[in-house]
């Protein structure tokens, strides 16, 4: 599914690499978490896989399905089935939320989309995030809480039906309640389609309580230095970063 | 109840308006230039102005809004597009009299160039009352490179995100698409 190889890759216009040497392999319907302290790359990470303006790959690859992707654009990485759940989604005032879905819809299936259609099915996919009707004709995330974003965030996922997901702190923002209901949703996804990988990037193993992890990784030092099971995670919430010795244990990637 | 206006104008024209009761303007102009007054002539009345232009050429957009009485409230959007490398310039004055005490006296105006367009704004507040509620926003400049990303992360092409931003910037969504077909094919064109 995902490989990504070596890659090096910094803010463009600066000197220091944020990632250096990073490699990650992930299979198609595997679960990987990565945690590590703050400023070490992880969102970095997301917004190099997604191709994101700011930031330049200096060497290394990503492949998708054993095919480079630094070559392509944005929307082409997601036309092949990349979806960045953002940490902070952007507000977009005028452009209502009915018509970006509908446009993103359509530019992904490459077909003309019927709209009484797409209108029940949005009002399915909303009820069950429990996201109100009435925020598909509102400006996209336009005084939306922090957990309406990130439900609308999920509500995306749900209709343009990705192949690799990236969950960059989803977390954040949420409520227990929300939580939960986003978490149901994406685990409904995944049973649903079972070869959909995740790459879940988090601070703290709570979302571990909820969805079932096969790999947790450890990023330190531009790259990963410690690989394990949900385990890990959790003797991180309890000893911290520092308090776990990263230089031990098995890891996957080396 | 408002009274609701709609302009939309291919050629160069000028609008004097006295206004008497609540009144809400919605004007579309393709690559042209006009000059606007309009007077508040009643006490306790509310106008909103909803300017909207797609420029190819050199243009203008010039509008006076003088609160003559007192209590008179304007809101005055003015969104325009400069899609080539011309000169697109607003002159926006608002102004209270003397004797037009607590009037609401508002503009927001902003040109987003697609190309490298010498564009203007002039938003100018002449105000010669004390008690009186005022401002400006000015804005010039591209579509944000988040915003595209954003539409891009979801498969959006390109050409489509600037048609769903030039839409959401020049269309308000209590518009009535019907009476503005000629205007909505042009966004179609940018």
Redesign the interface.
Known sequence: MLEIKNLSCRVKGEEENILEDFSLKINDGEVHVLMGPNGTGKSTLAKAI?G??KYEVVNGDILFDNESILDL???ER??KGI??C?QD??V?????NS??LR??LG??TGEKVNLYTFIKDMEKSMEEVSLDNSML?R?LNLGFSGGEKKKNEIL?LKL?KPKFIILDELDSGLDVDSLRVVCKNINDYIKDNPTTSLLIITHYPRILEYIKVDFVHILKDKKILKTGNETLAFEIEKEGFTGVNIMTGNDRNE | MSKILYIVDKDNKDYNYSLKEDTIIYHFSINSSSNVEITLDKEDINLYYYYSGINYNDNYFNIKVIHNKSNTHSEVFNHGVNVKDNVFSFKVDGIVLKDSSKCICNQDNQIINMSDGKSSILPNLIIDNYDVDSNHAAYIGKFRDEDIFYLESRGIRRNSCYKLLLNGFLIGNDVDLDKIKDFLLEIEKV
């Open positions: 997604m994101h303006y654009d944005v929307s997601a036309r979806f960045l953002m989604p952007t977009i005032e005028g452009v209502s018509e970006f446009t993103a530019e992904v004709h400006s995306q343009l």
